[in-house]
Protein backbone atom coordinates (compact mmCIF):
# COMPACT_ATOMS: atom_id res chain seq x y z
CA UNK A 1 0.00 0.00 0.00
CA UNK A 2 1.37 3.39 -0.79
CA UNK A 3 2.26 5.82 1.58
CA UNK A 4 -0.61 8.28 2.33
CA UNK A 5 -3.19 5.93 0.80
CA UNK A 6 -5.11 3.59 3.79
CA UNK A 7 -6.26 0.42 1.22
CA UNK A 8 -9.58 0.87 2.54
CA UNK A 9 -9.95 4.91 1.66
CA UNK A 10 -13.60 5.79 0.70
CA UNK A 11 -13.87 4.76 -2.98
CA UNK A 12 -16.14 7.24 -5.09
CA UNK A 13 -17.62 6.11 -8.12
CA UNK A 14 -18.59 8.33 -11.18
CA UNK A 15 -21.14 6.78 -13.21
CA UNK A 16 -24.12 4.62 -11.96
CA UNK A 17 -25.07 2.49 -15.02
CA UNK A 18 -24.64 -1.10 -14.52
CA UNK A 19 -21.04 -1.11 -14.83
CA UNK A 20 -21.27 0.66 -11.23
CA UNK A 21 -23.94 -1.29 -10.24
CA UNK A 22 -21.93 -4.55 -10.58
CA UNK A 23 -19.00 -2.97 -9.44
CA UNK A 24 -20.90 -1.81 -6.22
CA UNK A 25 -21.90 -5.40 -5.42
CA UNK A 26 -18.64 -6.48 -5.71
CA UNK A 27 -17.44 -4.23 -2.94
CA UNK A 28 -19.91 -5.10 -0.44
CA UNK A 29 -19.16 -8.46 -0.58
CA UNK A 30 -15.63 -7.03 0.55
CA UNK A 31 -17.31 -4.97 3.21
CA UNK A 32 -16.82 -1.74 0.96
CA UNK A 33 -19.74 0.55 0.46
CA UNK A 34 -18.96 3.08 -2.32
CA UNK A 35 -20.22 6.79 -2.76
CA UNK A 36 -21.65 7.05 -6.56
CA UNK A 37 -21.89 9.94 -8.41
CA UNK A 38 -25.03 9.29 -10.12
CA UNK A 39 -26.77 11.22 -12.82
CA UNK A 40 -30.93 10.68 -11.61
CA UNK A 41 -32.11 8.63 -8.90
CA UNK A 42 -33.03 5.73 -11.07
CA UNK A 43 -29.75 5.19 -12.67
CA UNK A 44 -29.12 1.45 -12.35
CA UNK A 45 -26.50 1.46 -9.72
CA UNK A 46 -28.39 4.37 -7.84
CA UNK A 47 -30.76 2.09 -7.41
CA UNK A 48 -29.30 0.01 -5.30
CA UNK A 49 -26.27 2.18 -3.87
CA UNK A 50 -27.20 3.74 -0.04
CA UNK A 51 -25.04 6.53 -0.54
CA UNK A 52 -25.89 8.66 -3.52
CA UNK A 53 -25.12 12.16 -5.13
CA UNK A 54 -27.02 13.05 -7.75
CA UNK A 55 -25.09 15.59 -9.80
CA UNK A 56 -23.97 15.81 -13.57
CA UNK A 57 -20.44 14.27 -14.52
CA UNK A 58 -19.03 17.56 -14.53
CA UNK A 59 -19.25 18.41 -10.84
CA UNK A 60 -16.88 16.12 -10.44
CA UNK A 61 -14.76 18.36 -8.32
CA UNK A 62 -16.81 18.65 -5.30
CA UNK A 63 -17.61 14.90 -5.07
CA UNK A 64 -13.71 13.92 -4.91
CA UNK A 65 -13.48 16.29 -2.06
CA UNK A 66 -15.79 13.73 -0.25
CA UNK A 67 -14.11 10.26 -1.63
CA UNK A 68 -10.15 9.14 -1.11
CA UNK A 69 -10.28 7.58 -4.47
CA UNK A 70 -12.03 8.12 -7.38
CA UNK A 71 -12.86 5.63 -10.20
CA UNK A 72 -15.42 5.73 -12.94
CA UNK A 73 -17.26 3.79 -15.15
CA UNK A 74 -17.53 5.66 -18.27
CA UNK A 75 -15.93 8.09 -20.37
CA UNK A 76 -17.54 10.89 -20.96
CA UNK A 77 -15.91 13.51 -18.67
CA UNK A 78 -14.35 16.09 -18.23
CA UNK A 79 -10.30 15.32 -18.84
CA UNK A 80 -8.80 18.17 -17.71
CA UNK A 81 -11.01 19.08 -14.91
CA UNK A 82 -9.64 15.56 -13.62
CA UNK A 83 -5.83 16.59 -14.52
CA UNK A 84 -6.14 19.29 -12.25
CA UNK A 85 -7.43 17.68 -9.37
CA UNK A 86 -4.89 14.65 -10.19
CA UNK A 87 -2.31 17.60 -9.91
CA UNK A 88 -4.18 18.94 -6.55
CA UNK A 89 -3.50 15.94 -5.03
CA UNK A 90 -6.74 13.40 -6.09
CA UNK A 91 -6.14 9.91 -6.29
CA UNK A 92 -7.93 9.23 -9.73
CA UNK A 93 -7.97 5.27 -10.85
CA UNK A 94 -6.91 4.79 -13.40
CA UNK A 95 -5.01 8.14 -13.83
CA UNK A 96 -5.62 10.70 -16.22
CA UNK A 97 -3.29 9.73 -18.88
CA UNK A 98 -4.87 6.21 -19.20
CA UNK A 99 -8.49 8.27 -18.76
CA UNK A 100 -7.57 10.37 -21.54
CA UNK A 101 -6.00 7.78 -24.06
CA UNK A 102 -9.19 5.89 -23.72
CA UNK A 103 -11.96 8.71 -24.23
CA UNK A 104 -10.87 10.21 -27.61
CA UNK A 105 -10.78 7.53 -30.29
CA UNK A 106 -8.61 10.10 -32.29
CA UNK A 107 -6.30 10.39 -29.38
CA UNK A 108 -6.23 7.28 -28.65
CA UNK A 109 -5.41 5.77 -32.19
CA UNK A 110 -2.80 8.79 -32.56
CA UNK A 111 -0.74 7.39 -28.75
CA UNK A 112 -1.42 3.60 -29.77
CA UNK A 113 -0.02 4.39 -33.73
CA UNK A 114 2.96 6.60 -32.01
CA UNK A 115 4.09 3.64 -29.91
CA UNK A 116 4.13 1.16 -32.35
CA UNK A 117 0.50 -1.02 -31.87
CA UNK A 118 -1.80 -1.77 -35.14
CA UNK A 119 -4.79 -0.04 -35.23
CA UNK A 120 -7.11 0.21 -38.37
CA UNK A 121 -6.13 3.11 -40.87
CA UNK A 122 -7.66 6.36 -39.48
CA UNK A 123 -8.11 10.05 -39.98
CA UNK A 124 -10.09 12.74 -38.14
CA UNK A 125 -12.76 14.25 -40.29
CA UNK A 126 -13.67 18.15 -39.67
CA UNK A 127 -15.99 18.22 -42.89
CA UNK A 128 -17.26 16.05 -45.85
CA UNK A 129 -14.21 17.15 -47.82
CA UNK A 130 -12.18 15.03 -45.00
CA UNK A 131 -14.55 11.88 -45.97
CA UNK A 132 -14.45 11.87 -49.33
CA UNK A 133 -10.33 12.28 -49.18
CA UNK A 134 -10.34 8.96 -46.88
CA UNK A 135 -12.61 7.17 -49.22
CA UNK A 136 -10.88 7.64 -52.51
CA UNK A 137 -7.94 6.28 -50.71
CA UNK A 138 -9.21 3.39 -48.97
CA UNK A 139 -12.51 2.92 -50.93
CA UNK A 140 -16.21 2.72 -49.49
CA UNK A 141 -17.56 1.04 -47.03
CA UNK A 142 -15.53 3.29 -44.45
CA UNK A 143 -16.59 3.29 -40.86
CA UNK A 144 -17.62 6.53 -39.36
CA UNK A 145 -17.18 6.78 -35.36
CA UNK A 146 -17.97 9.59 -32.64
CA UNK A 147 -14.17 10.55 -31.14
CA UNK A 148 -15.94 10.33 -27.80
CA UNK A 149 -18.21 8.09 -26.13
CA UNK A 150 -22.21 8.77 -26.86
CA UNK A 151 -24.62 8.75 -23.84
CA UNK A 152 -25.58 5.04 -22.30
CA UNK A 153 -26.61 2.73 -25.44
CA UNK A 154 -26.39 5.35 -27.50
CA UNK A 155 -25.60 4.67 -31.03
CA UNK A 156 -21.72 5.95 -32.17
CA UNK A 157 -20.67 3.35 -35.19
CA UNK A 158 -21.77 3.83 -38.90
CA UNK A 159 -20.47 1.79 -41.34
CA UNK A 160 -21.31 3.75 -44.96
CA UNK A 161 -21.48 2.61 -48.14
CA UNK A 162 -21.24 6.13 -50.24
CA UNK A 163 -21.00 9.84 -49.79
CA UNK A 164 -24.48 10.08 -49.71
CA UNK A 165 -24.78 8.09 -46.20
CA UNK A 166 -21.68 9.55 -45.41
CA UNK A 167 -23.34 13.22 -45.51
CA UNK A 168 -26.40 11.60 -44.29
CA UNK A 169 -24.51 11.05 -41.05
CA UNK A 170 -22.27 14.14 -40.49
CA UNK A 171 -25.14 15.75 -40.57
CA UNK A 172 -26.72 14.17 -38.19
CA UNK A 173 -23.39 14.16 -35.81
CA UNK A 174 -22.64 17.61 -36.62
CA UNK A 175 -21.71 18.74 -33.58
CA UNK A 176 -19.60 15.83 -32.59
CA UNK A 177 -15.89 15.54 -32.92
CA UNK A 178 -15.84 12.14 -35.92
CA UNK A 179 -13.37 9.98 -37.30
CA UNK A 180 -13.46 7.92 -40.55
CA UNK A 181 -11.63 4.38 -40.10
CA UNK A 182 -10.65 1.76 -42.93
CA UNK A 183 -13.67 -1.24 -43.11
CA UNK A 184 -11.77 -4.15 -41.81
CA UNK A 185 -12.42 -7.49 -42.87
CA UNK A 186 -12.66 -8.70 -39.73
CA UNK A 187 -12.33 -12.54 -38.84
CA UNK A 188 -13.06 -12.59 -35.06
CA UNK A 189 -13.54 -9.78 -32.49
CA UNK A 190 -11.75 -10.40 -29.70
CA UNK A 191 -11.74 -8.60 -26.15
CA UNK A 192 -8.87 -8.98 -23.42
CA UNK A 193 -9.13 -7.70 -20.02
CA UNK A 194 -6.04 -6.55 -18.20
CA UNK A 195 -6.51 -5.80 -14.40
CA UNK A 196 -3.19 -3.45 -13.06
CA UNK A 197 -2.39 -2.25 -9.21
CA UNK A 198 -0.61 0.50 -9.01
CA UNK A 199 3.53 -0.33 -9.36
CA UNK A 200 2.51 -2.70 -12.36
CA UNK A 201 1.65 -6.19 -11.13
CA UNK A 202 -0.78 -7.55 -13.47
CA UNK A 203 -3.34 -10.44 -14.16
CA UNK A 204 -4.69 -11.04 -17.16
CA UNK A 205 -8.16 -13.01 -18.02
CA UNK A 206 -8.51 -15.03 -20.89
CA UNK A 207 -9.54 -14.01 -24.04
CA UNK A 208 -13.15 -13.76 -25.07
CA UNK A 209 -14.56 -13.47 -28.55
CA UNK A 210 -17.45 -11.22 -29.05
CA UNK A 211 -20.11 -11.01 -31.62
CA UNK A 212 -21.33 -7.84 -32.43
CA UNK A 213 -24.57 -7.16 -34.67
CA UNK A 214 -25.20 -3.51 -36.15
CA UNK A 215 -22.21 -2.42 -34.24
CA UNK A 216 -24.06 -3.68 -30.83
CA UNK A 217 -22.51 -5.99 -28.51
CA UNK A 218 -24.26 -9.04 -28.23
CA UNK A 219 -22.77 -12.62 -27.14
CA UNK A 220 -19.60 -13.24 -25.68
CA UNK A 221 -17.69 -16.60 -25.28
CA UNK A 222 -15.03 -17.39 -23.58
CA UNK A 223 -12.53 -18.70 -24.41
CA UNK A 224 -12.22 -17.33 -27.52
CA UNK A 225 -11.95 -19.87 -30.25
CA UNK A 226 -8.57 -19.10 -31.65
CA UNK A 227 -5.33 -21.01 -32.28
CA UNK A 228 -3.57 -20.61 -28.40
CA UNK A 229 -0.55 -18.78 -30.57
CA UNK A 230 -3.45 -15.80 -31.40
CA UNK A 231 -4.86 -15.92 -27.81
CA UNK A 232 -1.00 -15.54 -26.03
CA UNK A 233 -0.49 -12.98 -28.98
CA UNK A 234 -3.25 -11.29 -27.97
CA UNK A 235 -2.95 -10.92 -23.91
CA UNK A 236 0.85 -9.67 -24.71
CA UNK A 237 -0.60 -6.91 -26.70
CA UNK A 238 -3.17 -6.28 -24.12
CA UNK A 239 -0.26 -6.10 -21.54
CA UNK A 240 2.09 -4.03 -22.96
CA UNK A 241 -0.65 -1.59 -23.47
CA UNK A 242 -1.53 -1.61 -19.92
CA UNK A 243 2.30 -0.97 -19.22
CA UNK A 244 2.65 1.55 -21.67
CA UNK A 245 -0.79 3.79 -20.39
CA UNK A 246 0.56 2.58 -16.90
CA UNK A 247 -3.30 2.00 -16.16
CA UNK A 248 -4.65 1.25 -13.40
CA UNK A 249 -7.50 -0.79 -12.78
CA UNK A 250 -9.43 -3.15 -15.67
CA UNK A 251 -8.52 -2.50 -18.84
CA UNK A 252 -10.52 -3.90 -21.99
CA UNK A 253 -8.52 -3.87 -24.76
CA UNK A 254 -10.80 -4.90 -27.81
CA UNK A 255 -9.18 -6.70 -30.63
CA UNK A 256 -10.00 -7.43 -34.37
CA UNK A 257 -8.74 -10.46 -36.17
CA UNK A 258 -7.41 -9.87 -39.76
CA UNK A 259 -5.83 -12.13 -42.28
CA UNK A 260 -2.95 -10.25 -41.36
CA UNK A 261 -3.09 -10.12 -37.80
CA UNK A 262 -4.34 -7.95 -34.58
CA UNK A 263 -5.44 -4.59 -34.59
CA UNK A 264 -6.20 -2.82 -31.91
CA UNK A 265 -9.94 -1.45 -32.18
CA UNK A 266 -10.69 0.44 -28.78
CA UNK A 267 -9.76 0.48 -25.14
CA UNK A 268 -12.08 1.06 -22.51
CA UNK A 269 -10.24 2.17 -19.17
CA UNK A 270 -12.78 0.52 -16.70
CA UNK A 271 -14.84 -2.99 -16.48
CA UNK A 272 -16.53 -4.23 -19.80
CA UNK A 273 -19.34 -5.71 -21.47
CA UNK A 274 -17.45 -8.46 -22.32
CA UNK A 275 -15.79 -9.59 -19.36
CA UNK A 276 -19.11 -9.61 -17.18
CA UNK A 277 -18.52 -13.52 -17.72
CA UNK A 278 -15.96 -13.46 -15.11
CA UNK A 279 -18.66 -13.25 -12.41
CA UNK A 280 -19.14 -16.97 -12.56
CA UNK A 281 -16.46 -18.38 -14.56
CA UNK A 282 -12.94 -16.93 -13.00
CA UNK A 283 -12.15 -16.82 -9.43
CA UNK A 284 -12.54 -13.21 -9.12
CA UNK A 285 -14.93 -10.89 -10.70
CA UNK A 286 -13.38 -7.96 -12.91
CA UNK A 287 -15.36 -6.38 -11.04
CA UNK A 288 -13.84 -7.32 -7.64
CA UNK A 289 -10.32 -7.00 -9.63
CA UNK A 290 -10.68 -3.34 -10.52
CA UNK A 291 -11.86 -2.68 -6.62
CA UNK A 292 -8.94 -4.80 -5.41
CA UNK A 293 -6.33 -2.50 -7.87
CA UNK A 294 -7.89 1.02 -7.30
CA UNK A 295 -7.61 0.64 -4.08
CA UNK A 296 -4.13 -0.94 -4.16
CA UNK A 297 -5.18 -4.14 -2.51
CA UNK A 298 -3.90 -7.64 -3.53
CA UNK A 299 -5.42 -9.04 -7.02
CA UNK A 300 -6.94 -12.20 -7.14
CA UNK A 301 -6.62 -14.91 -9.46
CA UNK A 302 -8.25 -14.57 -13.17
CA UNK A 303 -7.64 -17.87 -14.39
CA UNK A 304 -10.77 -20.02 -16.27
CA UNK A 305 -12.77 -21.71 -13.46
CA UNK A 306 -14.67 -24.18 -15.89
CA UNK A 307 -13.99 -25.06 -19.47
CA UNK A 308 -15.93 -22.40 -21.22
CA UNK A 309 -18.46 -19.93 -20.27
CA UNK A 310 -20.47 -17.52 -22.68
CA UNK A 311 -22.51 -14.21 -21.82
CA UNK A 312 -25.69 -13.10 -24.17
CA UNK A 313 -27.11 -9.25 -23.48
CA UNK A 314 -30.42 -8.50 -22.91
CA UNK A 315 -31.62 -5.80 -24.94
CA UNK A 316 -34.63 -4.23 -25.22
CA UNK A 317 -36.32 -4.32 -28.71
CA UNK A 318 -38.67 -2.15 -30.39
CA UNK A 319 -41.49 -3.81 -28.25
CA UNK A 320 -39.91 -3.02 -25.04
CA UNK A 321 -41.03 -5.61 -23.38
CA UNK A 322 -39.92 -5.75 -19.60
CA UNK A 323 -37.52 -8.64 -18.56
CA UNK A 324 -38.31 -8.81 -14.89
CA UNK A 325 -42.21 -9.66 -16.24
CA UNK A 326 -40.62 -13.26 -17.53
CA UNK A 327 -37.97 -14.10 -15.01
CA UNK A 328 -40.22 -17.33 -14.16
CA UNK A 329 -39.69 -18.91 -18.02
CA UNK A 330 -36.05 -17.62 -17.39
CA UNK A 331 -35.52 -19.42 -14.43
CA UNK A 332 -36.88 -22.10 -15.44
CA UNK A 333 -33.28 -22.21 -17.84
CA UNK A 334 -31.17 -24.61 -15.89
CA UNK A 335 -28.19 -23.22 -15.59
CA UNK A 336 -28.54 -19.72 -16.82
CA UNK A 337 -27.39 -17.14 -14.56
CA UNK A 338 -29.22 -13.93 -14.68
CA UNK A 339 -28.41 -10.78 -14.03
CA UNK A 340 -30.90 -7.73 -14.50
CA UNK A 341 -29.87 -4.49 -14.30
CA UNK A 342 -33.26 -2.70 -12.71
CA UNK A 343 -33.61 -0.30 -15.98
CA UNK A 344 -36.32 0.90 -18.12
CA UNK A 345 -37.01 -1.09 -21.21
CA UNK A 346 -36.92 1.09 -23.85
CA UNK A 347 -35.28 0.11 -27.60
CA UNK A 348 -31.54 -0.84 -28.05
CA UNK A 349 -31.30 -0.80 -24.11
CA UNK A 350 -29.43 -3.18 -22.31
CA UNK A 351 -31.42 -4.33 -19.61
CA UNK A 352 -29.54 -7.03 -18.47
CA UNK A 353 -27.09 -10.39 -19.37
CA UNK A 354 -27.30 -13.84 -18.81
CA UNK A 355 -23.99 -15.98 -18.31
CA UNK A 356 -23.82 -19.54 -18.56
CA UNK A 357 -21.23 -22.42 -18.47
CA UNK A 358 -20.59 -25.46 -20.06
CA UNK A 359 -17.83 -28.11 -21.64
CA UNK A 360 -17.68 -25.85 -24.72
CA UNK A 361 -18.33 -22.01 -25.42
CA UNK A 362 -21.34 -23.74 -27.52
CA UNK A 363 -23.08 -25.41 -25.24
CA UNK A 364 -23.09 -22.41 -22.68
CA UNK A 365 -24.25 -20.03 -25.55
CA UNK A 366 -27.34 -22.20 -26.27
CA UNK A 367 -28.06 -22.16 -22.50
CA UNK A 368 -27.42 -17.99 -22.45
CA UNK A 369 -29.63 -18.17 -25.49
CA UNK A 370 -32.85 -19.74 -24.21
CA UNK A 371 -32.69 -17.75 -21.08
CA UNK A 372 -32.23 -14.29 -23.19
CA UNK A 373 -35.18 -15.50 -25.35
CA UNK A 374 -37.39 -16.25 -22.08
CA UNK A 375 -36.76 -12.73 -20.80
CA UNK A 376 -37.06 -11.18 -24.09
CA UNK A 377 -40.45 -12.99 -23.65
CA UNK A 378 -39.72 -14.54 -27.69
CA UNK A 379 -39.35 -18.04 -28.82
CA UNK A 380 -35.93 -20.59 -28.41
CA UNK A 381 -33.90 -19.88 -30.49
P1 LIG B 1 -18.18 1.19 -29.55
O1 LIG B 1 -17.53 2.40 -28.99
O2 LIG B 1 -19.63 1.35 -29.82
O3 LIG B 1 -17.81 -0.08 -28.85
P2 LIG B 1 -16.44 0.22 -31.66
O4 LIG B 1 -15.40 1.10 -32.19
O5 LIG B 1 -16.01 -0.90 -30.78
O6 LIG B 1 -17.56 1.10 -31.00
O7 LIG B 1 -17.25 -0.40 -32.89
C1 LIG B 1 -18.39 -1.21 -32.68
C2 LIG B 1 -18.38 -2.36 -33.69
O8 LIG B 1 -18.46 -1.88 -35.04
C3 LIG B 1 -17.11 -3.18 -33.64
O9 LIG B 1 -17.14 -4.08 -32.59
C4 LIG B 1 -17.14 -3.82 -35.03
O10 LIG B 1 -18.04 -4.89 -35.08
C5 LIG B 1 -17.65 -2.70 -35.90
N1 LIG B 1 -16.50 -1.92 -36.38
C6 LIG B 1 -15.91 -0.88 -35.76
N2 LIG B 1 -14.85 -0.42 -36.45
C7 LIG B 1 -14.75 -1.18 -37.57
C8 LIG B 1 -13.86 -1.18 -38.70
N3 LIG B 1 -12.86 -0.30 -38.80
N4 LIG B 1 -14.08 -2.11 -39.65
C9 LIG B 1 -15.11 -3.00 -39.55
N5 LIG B 1 -15.98 -3.04 -38.53
C10 LIG B 1 -15.81 -2.15 -37.53
Request: charged fraction near 20%; hydrophobic fraction near 45%.
Amino acid sequence: VEPGLPALARLGIVGAGQIARMTYQAALKLGITPRLLAERIDDSAALVASDVVIGHPDSVAGFADTCGVLTFEHERLDVGLLERLEEGGRVIRPGTRTIRAAFDKIHQRRILTNRGFPVPAFAEITGPDDVFDFASVFDWPIVLKRARAADQDAKGVWIVENQAEALRVLNEQNRHRMLAESFVAIASELVVLIVRRPGGHVRVYPVTQVTNVDGVCREIVAPAPVAPATAEAARTLARRIADELDSVGVLAVELFLTAEGLLVNELAARPHNAGHLTIEATPTSQFENHIRAVLDLPLGPTWPSCPAAATVNVISGIESTDPSANLTEALAVEGAHIHLYGKRAGPGRKLGHVTALGSDPDEALAVARRAESALLGRRPW
